[in-house]
């Protein structure tokens, strides 16, 4: 069963700094764009980053210069550097990607369980 398992969400102070993580089960033998989607209570879910496979990146203006995306090709990581962090980047916070998993055809959207990160003093 293909898998994007996500790590290091938290409870950080304004300010701080935070780093997530996502990694794509060895199911996933393609992996093209990969991205970091937050839900903040009582609102959609909105892309705040995205990174294609030769590395170019794409950040959402509210947190560009604040976020920081990277990946690991060689080992299908992607992660999210938070620094500066705000009350309003409270959110639980998805890994996506566009891949193509073992046994099938096409690439398709996968999504993790997601990561809840909380800024609060």
């Known amino acids: 069963q293909e898998q994007l398992v996500e790590s290091g969400g938290g409870l950080v102070q304004p300010g701080g700094s935070l780093r997530l993580s996502c990694v794509a089960s060895?199911?996933?033998?393609?992996?093209?764009?990969m991205a970091w989607y937050r839900q903040a209570p009582g609102k959609e879910r909105e892309l705040v980053a995205s990174?294609?496979?030769?590395?170019?990146?794409d950040i959402e203006d509210s947190v560009k210069g604040r976020f920081t995306i990277s990946r690991e090709n060689a080992n299908n990581r992607v992660h999210l550097q938070i620094n500066r962090a705000e009350p309003e980047d409270t959110a639980v916070y998805y890994c996506?990607?566009?891949?193509?998993?073992?046994?099938?055809?096409?690439?398709?959207?996968?999504w993790g369980q997601g990561t809840q990160v909380t800024v609060s003093s």
């Open positions: 996506n990607v566009k891949a193509l998993v073992k046994g099938t055809l096409y690439f398709d959207d996968y």
């Open positions: 990174i294609e496979n030769d590395g170019s990146t």
């Open positions: 060895e199911e996933f033998i393609v992996v093209n764009l």
